[in-house]
């Protein structure tokens, strides 16, 4: 099979892209606030998110245990975000969906009453397991409503469309206008879902 020697760049960009979009959401919420990134998914985003954090506090997908328990104390964070990190959880559909319902337990204990939780997923038409939104949304744990969803990758049919310069900046500018368009996000190629804890009395 040949190589195509733009592959990597296009790869690159399309992260930059993935980035932004979803870098955008994070950074309107985490200003000042104590934050919580949930499996280190972008390092960018984190660089990002750390100059603005009150306090930053990254945790690597690869350190957390097989029970997905956090070692901080309960309403810790105002703002917890989860990147590319749930497509990783467990090793078949069974013990992804346990690993999951685990690590959104856990967030919502450190979270404190008022506070968001950003999860990645894959697109739910993709049928991908734990990672389409009705699934996620059954998994979260009484105590979080859905706050927002931004439709990822909405235009971009494929990272080719960014080696054409007019095409590829049209693309770009426009994927920052669907995320957030009713009718259009549910299209993206993922979902960031806005969950916040509800305040108990």
């Known amino acids: 099979m040949p190589v195509d020697p733009h592959r990597g760049d296009n790869r690159a960009k399309l992260a930059g892209l993935l980035d932004a979009l979803e870098g955008e959401v994070v ?9 919580l990134d949930l499996g280190h998914g972008s390092a960018v985003v984190a660089t990002w998110v750390r100059a603005c954090a009150g306090t930053f506090t990254a945790l690597d997908a690869a350190q957390l245990g097989e029970d ?4 901080w104390q309960d309403d810790m ?11 990783h959880l467990g090793q078949d559909a069974d013990s ?23 999860v990645e997923i ?19 744990p009484d105590g979080f409503e859905v706050e927002s969803i931004h439709g990822i990758l ?7 469309m960014l080696e054409l310069p007019l095409v590829g900046r049209i693309a770009a500018k426009l994927e920052f206008v669907l995320r957030d368009a009713p009718g259009f996000r549910r299209y ?9 804890k509800i305040a108990t009395h």
């Open 27 to 35: 950074l309107a919420h985490a200003a000042g606030n104590r934050v």
């Open 68 to 71: 997905m328990s956090l070692t």
């Open 77 to 87: 964070f105002d703002v917890i975000y989860c990147l590319r990190t749930f497509a």
């Open 96 to 118: 992804a969906e346990r690993a999951a319902r685990a690590l959104l337990a856990e967030a919502h204990r450190v979270l404190t009453n008022g506070g968001r939780l950003l």
């Open 122 to 140: 894959e697109n739910p038409r993709s049928l991908r397991g734990v990672n389409t939104l009705g699934r996620l949304l059954r998994l979260v």
């Open 154 to 160: 909405v235009a971009m049919v494929s990272s080719r």
């Open 188 to 196: 993206g190629g993922k979902l960031l879902v806005g969950l916040r």
